[in-house]
T-cell receptor, first 111, second 110 residues
Framework: AQSVTQPDIHITVSEGASLELRCNYS??????LFWYVQSPGQGLQLLLK??????LVQGIKGFEAEFKRSQSSFNLRKPSVHWSDAAEYFC?????????FGKGTRLHILP | DGGITQSPKYLFRKEGQNVTLSCEQN?????MYWYRQDPGQGLRLIYY???????QKGDIAEGYSVSREKKESFPLTVTSAQKNPTAFYLC?????????FGQGTRLTVV
């Protein structure tokens, strides 16, 4: 069963604009949730994670994410994107002690 | 520096040949994972190991094999039974519930 859904395959925003990448999960009442970023041909880097507590989580590179239990969502946000943010972003959830990934959202930045 | 090392970065093989991808970690993590990445498919779990000398199949284990003789090493063999082996392969180790990734190996079978 699909545990993580990222509805947007591609997102294009202008440099300096705000960003929101969507993620919905379908596993666990209190899931462990992550956002990772991948540059082309590279491994994945952890941006942020949510286990419990404050539902607004701050990460690296100016990213944040908000856990909304009522919507089963964990959307990633950034107030102002930079050209270097162009990459693929993966939402993930822990299921049965394994990390299960969504299919990713590729972010394109317009100059 | 602690981390996960995958080698080689690029690998070419002829169809029908087995090939082994290396993954080494010096993070002292018990759990290690192999994922396959194809465009638009995200990361799909091939095999994982929670402890030395033990491993389990993931979602797409057919045509692959692994071993875990040492805590630091978790090599993946892509066998000739894997029908479509050309892909980007990522190794990860896990501490608690956070995964740390290597830089990947791009395997091309011709």
């Amino acid at each position: 069963a699909q545990s993580v859904t990222q509805p947007d395959i591609h997102i294009t925003v202008s440099e300096g604009a705000s960003l929101e990448l969507r993620c919905n999960y379908s596993y666990g009442a209190t899931p462990y949730l992550f956002w990772y970023v991948q540059s082309p041909g590279q491994g994945l880097q952890l941006l942020l994670k949510y286990f419990s507590g404050d539902t607004l989580v701050q990460g690296i590179k100016g990213f944040e994410a908000e856990f909304k239990r009522s919507q089963s969502s964990f959307n990633l946000r950034k107030p102002s994107v930079h050209w270097s943010d162009a990459a693929e972003y993966f939402c993930a959830v822990v299921r049965d002690d394994k990390i299960i990934f969504g299919k990713g959202t590729r972010l394109h930045i317009l100059p | 520096d602690g981390g996960i090392t995958q080698s080689p970065k690029y690998l070419f093989r002829k169809e029908g040949q087995n090939v082994t991808l290396s993954c080494e970690q010096n993070l002292n993590h018990d759990a290690m994972y192999w994922y396959r990445q194809d465009p638009g498919q995200g990361l799909r779990l091939i095999y994982y190991s929670q402890i030395v000398n033990d491993f389990q199949k993931g979602d797409i284990a057919e045509g692959y094999s692994v071993s875990r003789e040492k805590k630091e090493s978790f090599p993946l063999t892509v066998t000739s039974a894997q029908k479509n082996p050309t892909a980007f392969y990522l190794c990860a180790s896990q501490r608690y519930t956070e995964a740390f990734f290597g830089q990947g190996t791009r395997l091309t079978v011709v």
